[in-house]
Structures are given as structure tokens and as C-alpha cells.
């Protein structure tokens, strides 16, 4: 089943990695979204150039200032987008800033888990907390049956490292404990979320990219950029009430959390 058309998608985390890839498929889509909201931490730094030059060729996309455990950041980028989409909702919002520091169950402080959880999680919950009325708006607004991306969407970027049940088949490989914890933590969040918005129906689901290499994920991973990319595009395009509140990979198989 087709999505609908998506008319405005905000990314977390998109000067770089997985997040840049994703505003640069949404804008080459042959029907591109009206405004692709790029959000970054720094975007006057030498990190975002990239971001920088795509904006000069693509007058739909926004590049905005958001630190998404800064809540002052979150409400202002919140209200830039609200003036942006000038009475319209907002169809997609992608969590996808993220940070995956070695951690170990021997080195692992309070501070390294509670600064991993903040990132992973509490980001993920003010942003969409911020952009909920906007979500809503775009969910309220459609006339489309169903939950889908061209409706309203929160797309969790998470990982299998979070789901409980997998860790068994890697846990030697990738004994990050911190980002794991965080990311079981997203997984739940995001089962909550499909659970308290269900009836504004915006679908909520969390999404696996695989091993990708970025600088997260490292050379050594399984995955181009690219290609983890173009199956989370096929992915979030045929998202449907099927996929609400689960996991799911770039390749569209449910995952069990
Ligand atoms: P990268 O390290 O390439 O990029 C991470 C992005 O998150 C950067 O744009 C970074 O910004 C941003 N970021 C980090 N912390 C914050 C913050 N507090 N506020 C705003 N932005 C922040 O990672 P990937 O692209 O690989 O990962 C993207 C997502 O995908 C993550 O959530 C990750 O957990 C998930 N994932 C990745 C996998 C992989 O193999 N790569 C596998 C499974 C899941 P800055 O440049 O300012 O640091």
C-alpha cells in the first residue's frame, strides 16, 4: 500500500550519516515533500556544509538549529516550523540523532549511561513531544484511511542491539552496553507512543537501518549509507497500521524488540 503524498518529513541528526542521506532521498523523490525540515546542532559549523550546499539548490528544504536534548532548542525549532508550514500539519517526524560510545559493563559510569540515555531517549521523546499539535494537525487534517507516512508518522530510529531477544545472537560482537540500554529504552518509548496516539492515528514505529557505515556504524559495517537508505525510503513508504508499534529493518521485516 502506498503512503499518500508526503508533504513535510523533519530529520534529527542530518548534517551527516544516515540523517543526511535521508534529506537527500526525500528531495531527489520524483513528488519531493514541500519542506524537508534538516535539523542539526550546529548548522554554521564546518560539519554542515554539505546540508549548506544542498539548501542552496533546493528551496524546500529548511535547515534548522536543534539539539535535541536542549528543550529551549526543541520548543524553537518547534515554533520555526510551525510559522514554516503556515497553517499545515507536519506528516513525518524521524528521530534519527543517535551516539553509540564504547561502553562496557566494566567501564560503564553513571555519567556515560545517563549522558547515552539522554540522547538516545529523551531527545526522541521532547522532539516529538514538541511537534506533537503539528503531527495531530497533519493527522486530523487527512482524509486518508488508514496510518501512514503521507498521514502522520513518528519513525524511531533505533537498532537491533536494542531488542532484548537479539542480544543473545551479537552481544560478544557489539558490547556497547550504554547505547543498548538507551535503545531498548527508545524501543519501549515507541511502543508507548503508538499506544497513547493511536486515536489521533499517527502511526509509530521504529526502524532498524542495519549495520550501516557511517561513523556510528564504522567501515567495517555491512551497509552503504545508500543503500540502508533506499530501503528505509521503500520501508516508510509502505508503512502502514501493520507496522504500528513495532520494530521493523530497512528491508521491512518485523523485528522482535
Ligand atoms: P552518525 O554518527 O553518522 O550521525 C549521528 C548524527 O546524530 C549526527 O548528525 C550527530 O550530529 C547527531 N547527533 C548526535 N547527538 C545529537 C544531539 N544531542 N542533538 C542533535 N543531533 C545529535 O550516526 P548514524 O547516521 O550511523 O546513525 C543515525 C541513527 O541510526 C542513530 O540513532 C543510530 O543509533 C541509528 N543506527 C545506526 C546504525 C549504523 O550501523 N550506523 C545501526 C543501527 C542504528 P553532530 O554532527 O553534531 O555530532
Not at 511502543?191 to 567501515?219: F, N, R
Request: aromatic share 4%; glycine share 8%; hydrophobic share 40%.
Amino acid at each position: 500500500m502506498a503512503s499518500g503524498h508526503i508533504r513535510s518529513v523533519l530529520v534529527t541528526g542530518s548534517n551527516r550519516g544516515i540523517g543526511l542521506q535521508l534529506v537527500k532521498c526525500f528531495l531527489e523523490k520524483p513528488n519531493p515533500p514541500q519542506v524537508v525540515f534538516a535539523t542539526c546542532r550546529d548548522p554554521e559549523g564546518a560539519r554542515a556544509q554539505e546540508l549548506r550546499h544542498l539548501a542552496s539548490k533546493h528551496p524546500n528544504l529548511a535547515i534548522l538549529q536543534l539539539e535535541t536534548t536542549d528543550e529551549a532548542s526543541v520548543k524553537a525549532a518547534a515554533k520555526k516550523v510551525e510559522a514554516r508550514l503556515g497553517g499545515a500539519g507536519l506528516n513525518v517526524v524521524i528521530n534519527n540523532a543517535g551516539v553509540m560510545p564504547p561502553c562496557t559493563l566494566e567501564s560503564a559510569t553513571a555519567k556515560d549511561m545517563l549522558d547515552v540515555y539522554t540522547i538516545n531517549l529523551v531527545g526522541p521523546m521532547l522532539v516529538t513531544k514538541e511537534l506533537l499539535p503539528l503531527l495531530k494537525k497533519a493527522a486530523h487534517g487527512s482524509n486518508q484511511k488508514g496510518m501512514s507516512c503521507g498521514k502522520a508518522a513518528i519513525i524511531n530510529m533505533s537498532t537491533v542491539l536494542g531488542s532484548i531477544e537479539k542480544t543473545p545472537e551479537h552481544y560478544f560482537a557489539f558490547p556497547v552496553v550504554s547505547y543498548r540500554c538507551s535503545k531498548a529504552a527508545l524501543n519501549m518509548l515507541t511502543k508507548c507512543q503508538s499506544m497513547g496516539y493511536k486515536d489521533d492515528g499517527i502511526l509509530c514505529t521504529a526502524v532498524h537501518p542495519g549495520w550501516v557505515k557511517t561513523e556510528l556504524g564504522s567501515e567495517q559495517a555491512d551497509l552503504t549509507v545508500e543503500e540502508s537508505v533506499s530501503g528505509i525510503m521503500k520501508v516508510l513508504c509502505n508503512l502502514s497500521e501493520k507496522q504500528h508499534g513495532v520494530l521493523v529493518t530497512w528491508e521491512g521485516n518485523v523485528l522482535p524488540w
